[in-house]
């Protein structure tokens, strides 16, 4: 022991002499860190040298063999089969006293010391410094002073270090206290050798680190294989990217183009309209002109013929007779009249001529558009060459939509059920808050997401007066009968359900409709064919109403209550 002591203290003094010169270039700093005990990370008190070298607090190290079965260096690990009997290092010691005389530093700002949060260094004793790596071997986390001998002590450098762990406890066998290093394939659990001797005995182990192995090359797959369909479904985006661009491109040309040819027959028909107002004004001021010109001539032969008369008039009484049947030759003959207003004056019918001509025209017109209207819309092919309906009831199931009523739309005295699919009429209000989309006047409630393309859903109607229904969302929620009640605008369409008969209405228009009764009704919609049918559903699926027209929005599916104690269920089809 005296030979180590003493070599330790000539390769102390190997240090120390340029020591001096040190302490004047890097500062006091440098000094701390050399005469720090690396348990308690302060200067040495009472500094003694254990065989392997290494420098401690005569306190720190006597309290760290305390608790060990086998005695061992801290920094090192070197083992003595005896522990070692502790001798002051009085050089050490006095090298330390000289520190402490020329000004000790202040001590490590405290974001060094581990906080709650922080993992804290296993070998500090006293305040812990924060830890900044765990051994996997060691099973302890470690602050920069104490992990150095990891990094210079040949037989410490084969362990694995890792990011801080907080959980290296469970890496210990509860049973043995030993590492597990192993895996159990057989119960899929990490265990110690001694567990694969004892309880596992017989079932398939391997090491971890080769279990690890093989589960990283899966893991690796796995993630090939993400990273695959990733790239897969990016593709589609960006396909479907250029779609949408395409699809906006077209559309915004077919606008243009339709607004452009639409202008040009507005400006048709103006130009039409300007001319036939033309020609109405044209021969309208001939034909006043021409009577005018008659009327003035008749107005003057009038006046004339009025003078005659009063010459006539004073000739008759005339008592003279010889004077009577002198001027009575010159007044007796009349001119022939230069006009006859029997012959020049026509039928009080000018102009209706024109506008028959006109009516024609615009019904023509008309008929043109209705029938070639649809190869305007675009619609697509497929569907208008497909069958509009399917031929069976599983057909239609093919087309069965998961749709569920939005609580936001629901009237305040319907009741929806838990998953939103039962709608039911109560007698107090519920307790619902006030949303733009809820429906006031009447107790309806539509579907929380619109239905476009081909779908199919049932509703189960328990009651004496049960509508179901399709509309537009924007289908007013507040008003008068005809603005918001289904089947009374151009925004929605209905079955009325009652007990004993049905009726369909659309835009305040009500027709009767004849079919089996059933408790169960079915609605199927081709949104872009423009088709909407009602089918009675019981063992046979029976046609009730079919709907073909043009649908210019989105539609959702609805139901509206009409009487106390009445129940509409959106049933879940297989």
């Known amino acids: 022991m005296g030979v180590t002591t003493c070599s330790f203290q000539e390769g102390n003094l190997r240090h120390s002499l340029p020591l001096r010169g ?228 077209s559309s915004d040309k077919a606008v243009e183009d339709s607004e452009k040819m639409f202008t040009e027959l507005i400006r048709l028909m103006e130009k039409r309209s300007s001319d036939v107002k033309q020609q109405v004004r044209a021969q309208q001021k001939r034909e006043v002109s021409r009577v005018k010109e008659l009327q003035e001539k008749l107005e003057q032969e009038i006046s004339e013929l009025k003078k005659r008369d009063a010459e006539l008039k004073l000739l008759s009484h005339t008592e003279d007779h010889n004077q009577f049947l002198h001027n009575y030759p010159s007044l007796s003959a009349l001119s022939e009249p230069t006009h006859s207003s029997s012959t020049n004056i026509r039928p009080l019918c000018y102009f209706e001529d024109v506008t028959a001509a006109v009516s024609a025209v615009r019904d023509k017109l008309q008929g043109v558009l209705r029938e070639e209207w649809t190869n305007v819309s675009p619609t697509e092919v497929n569907v208008l060459l497909s069958p509009a309906e399917p031929p069976t009831r599983a057909g239609f199931l093919k087309y069965s939509q998961g749709i569920t009523l939005d609580p936001n739309t629901a009237h305040k005295y319907l009741l929806l059920s838990e998953g939103s699919r039962k709608a039911t009429y109560m007698t107090q209000p519920q307790c619902y808050s006030s949303h733009p989309d809820r429906f006031i006047a009447w107790r309806q409630v539509l579907s929380r997401d619109s239905l476009t393309g081909r779908c199919y859903w049932e509703v189960e109607r328990r009651g004496r007066a049960v509508f179901v229904a399709v509309a537009y969302k924007n289908i007013s929620r507040a008003g008068s009968r005809n603005e918001c009640f289904f089947g009374n605008n151009d925004k929605s369409w209905s079955l009325d359900c009652y007990q004993n008969s049905y009726s369909f209405r659309y835009n305040r228009i009500n027709t009767p409709v004849s079919g089996p009764q059933s408790s169960r009704v079915g609605v199927y919609l081709a949104h872009r064919a423009g088709i909407l049918s009602f089918y009675s559903i019981s063992e046979t699926m029976t046609l009730l109403h079919r709907v073909q027209t043009t649908f210019i929005q989105p539609l959702h599916a609805g139901v509206c209550l009409y009487n106390y104690e009445t129940t509409a269920e959106l049933c879940k089809l297989k």
């Open 22 to 249: 040190e302490m004047a270039q890097k500062g006091v700093q440098l000094d701390r860190e050399i005469f720090s005990c690396p348990i308690c990370l302060d200067l040495l008190e009472d500094p003694v040298t254990i065989p392997c070298g290494q420098s401690y607090c005569m306190k720190c190290i006597q309290q760290h063999w305390d608790r060990q079965v086998f005695h061992s260096c801290p920094q090192c690990r070197q083992s003595f089969t005896q522990r070692p009997v502790l001798l002051k290092n009085t050089l050490l010691a006095a090298l330390v006293e000289e520190l402490k005389k020329t000004g000790l530093p202040t001590a490590p700002a405290d974001h060094c010391y581990a906080g709650p949060e922080d993992v804290a260094c296993d070998v500090c004793t006293g305040r812990k410094r924060k830890a900044c790596k765990s051994c996997l071997m060691c099973l302890i986390s470690y602050c920069e002073k104490h992990l150095q001998p990891h990094h210079d002590v040949a037989p410490l450098k084969k362990n694995t270090l890792m990011e801080l762990s907080k959980k290296l406890q469970e890496n210990i066998c509860s049973r043995h206290d030993e590492v597990m290093k192993m895996f159990c394939r057989t119960d899929q659990q990490c265990i110690c050798y001694l567990c694969s001797v004892e309880e596992h005995k017989g079932h398939d182990t391997v090491s971890a680190a080769a279990e690890r192995t093989e589960r990283q090359r899966a893991l690796e797959g796995s993630r090939q294989t993400i990273q695959q369909r990733i790239q897969n479904s990016e593709k589609v985006v960006r396909l479907l990217q250029q779609e949408v661009g395409t699809i906006d491109r």
